[in-house]
């Protein structure tokens, strides 16, 4: 079969991710990044369940073990810093991760990582986009953001959660395919505090509001503050300048306890500093003719799931092993990935919203009562037995077996 001539929109997780395997079936692929250079910036993701296998199917476990985050588990904590629950990362390598998986790192670390196994064999442009494109039976013509046009034999949209590419192809009346979840969160970097440990200190505010503090090197730690709201209103601070979000952020949170103002004085000199409304993408439609949707453009799970990177590294063997079997079908190739990849997606994005409801109460009353159900769970170390006994799969769904991947990372 011949090698197909491939553009993928986005140079995140999954954009090389996609373009590990099938470079390495001897496709020829370009990676277009909007940003000027490597991305290679975010806080700490983690990987779990599938997203595991399909790492050590790359070959790329060991790297990423070499860059996990330490981080012993999660612990709630009151105003005086004082715990009330602890819970501990499985790390037994028995049964279902934790909060804490066994597998956290850095966002830019796995960046790097996936860069560095594809740099020689993937053609790879920073600072340009996809402003517009078209297609027929035989080609995609893309029109790129520096004026140049060129044509591809498929379009992959790995662009994230607010794909351009999406927007492209879902027709004009399909439902809202973004569903928001109901909760903001700001984070950013933090130099490190003497008192920081390996422990994710999470703090619950009155005004269902919650701040995260981990830590992931000798001199440097993380911020995550979050308030639940479902008001429109809020959306338009996403797209202000950074110092209004910083300014938002500190109003809402200065004076409120615990670390909250030392976290905000390290907002203001940052330079990783990252702002969300937390939403999942849902839509029916993962592609059109010669163009298909990855990852987070196609099923954001939300930060709140911990699956995204799991889900783009799985859906992105998936989808490189249906386009490779099926060069000379693509409608085929797209329908087998929906088939095949959507059972996993379901089960990545169930969500039941009463979750947000109570983890982020509103009163002090609601705060005493989850620290004491969260206390008692500790305290008889619930969480901790229910995950050995678990499965780590997520919903039985098994990685698929795809001999020809395989045999091309052997090649
Ligand atoms: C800067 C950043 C920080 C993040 N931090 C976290 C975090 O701390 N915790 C967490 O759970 N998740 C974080 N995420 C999301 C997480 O990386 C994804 O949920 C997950 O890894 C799925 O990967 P993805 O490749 O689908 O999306 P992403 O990793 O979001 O990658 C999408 C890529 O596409 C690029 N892009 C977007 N639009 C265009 C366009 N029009 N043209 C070309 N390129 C485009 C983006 O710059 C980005 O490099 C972050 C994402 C980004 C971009």
Redesign the pocket.
Known sequence: MAPLKILI???????P?LAFWLARCGHHCTI????PAL?A??????LRAQGIQVAKRMGLLDVIRSKLVDEAGVVMVDTQGNSKATFMANKSGKGAQTGTSEYEIM?GD??RILYDVTKDNVNYVFG???EHFEQDERCVTVHFSDGQIDTYDLLVG????????RQAILPPDSPDTVRRLGVYMG?WFVPRADTDNNYRKMYHIPGSRMVMSRVHSPTEG?AYFTFRDDSEELRSLLRAPVETQKEFWAQKFQGSGWQTDRLLQGMKTTENF?CQDVVQIRTDTWSKGRVAL????AH?PS?LS?M??T??LVGAYVLAAEINRNSNNLPQAFANYDKVLRPFVNEIQKFNPLFVTLAWPKTSFGIMILHFIAGLLAFFRIPDIVARLSKEEKGGWLVPEYPELKSALQA
């Not at 910036?41 to 983690?46: L, P, R, T, V």
């Not at 790995?158 to 590419?165: L, P, T, V």
């Open positions: 929109c986005g140079g995140g997780c999954a954009g991710s277009v990044e909007r940003f991305r910036s975010g806080a700490q993701i983690d966002r796995l960046v340009k986009t996809v790995a662009d994230g959660q607010g794909s351009r590419i984070y993380q990252y990855l990852a987070d453009a954001c930060p911990g995204g990177t889900g783009a």
